[in-house]
């Protein structure tokens, strides 16, 4: 099993440029997630998928838009990129349970650097 | 004030050494809590749940003070692999978003 994967792994992208994270996940887990994360931070939440075909903002989804595509991916679109987007970003996933927590399962993170 | 502060360290140690981290939580409801390993350039990674009790695995101890609503990480006989940084992790109440501190650098020396 590959876990989760995600593509790019290193970015470059000029002021205004678009483009889209991949992610995708083979452990059949409902719960998939985008986080950045910045110097002094930690980890930000940017938008969650509870299951196939929801999506919901997190703590800092301005500039972002998500397509829970299927069960397995997730993918995270800059639509007019910004010098503020350079972070590292993060895909997890988990599989939720009532009452119980679940480990979520992280991807090796894309490196972006907007100029 | 951040829902989850955690002093970033670094913390450096020789081999062999005792180290304690602690981290505060804000929010006093919330239920679930977690320490996450953070290698240099990589993912984070579960390291281990904590528990009301406290709990122990092998040489990592965690406690929980809910009076006092902090966390600490306890790891003895450090090791050189145990360098990386530690992220204090809360699950928000009633959800299952995490809520992740900024991290605790430990650097172990030879």
């Known amino acids: 099993n590959a876990g989760v994967t995600q593509t790019p792994k290193f970015q470059v992208l000029k002021t205004g440029q678009s483009m889209t994270l991949q992610c995708a996940q083979d452990?059949?887990?409902?719960?998939m997630y985008w986080y950045r994360q910045d110097p002094g931070m930690g980890l930000r939440l940017i938008y969650y998928?509870?299951?196939?075909?929801?999506?919901d903002k997190g703590e800092v989804p301005n500039g972002y838009n998500v397509s829970r595509l299927n069960k397995r991916e997730f993918s995270l679109r800059l639509e007019s990129a910004a010098p503020s987007q350079t972070s590292v970003y993060f895909c997890?996933?988990?599989?939720?349970?009532?009452?119980?927590?679940?480990?979520?399962?992280f991807g090796p993170g894309t490196r972006l650097t907007v100029l | 004030r951040k829902e989850v502060e955690q002093d970033p360290g670094p913390f450096n140690v020789p081999e062999g050494a005792t180290v304690a981290f602690n981290c505060t939580y804000s929010?006093?409801?919330?239920?679930?809590f977690f320490w996450y390993r953070q290698d240099c350039r990589k993912e984070p990674k579960l390291l281990m749940s904590?528990?009301?009790s406290g709990n122990e695995d092998g040489r990592f101890t965690a406690q929980l003070n809910r009076a006092s609503q902090y966390i600490s990480l306890l790891i003895r006989d450090s090791k050189l692999s145990d360098s990386a940084t530690y992220l204090c992790?809360?699950?928000?109440?009633?959800?299952?978003?995490?809520?992740f501190g900024t991290g605790t650098r430990l650097q172990v020396f030879p």
């Open positions: 997890a996933s988990s599989e939720p349970r009532q009452g119980r927590y679940n480990e979520q399962f």
């Open positions: 452990m059949n887990h409902n719960s």
């Open positions: 998928s509870a299951s196939e075909g929801t999506t």
């Open positions: 929010n006093s409801a919330s239920q679930s």
């Open positions: 904590v528990y009301s």
């Open positions: 992790v809360v699950l928000s109440y009633n959800t299952d978003k995490l809520i």
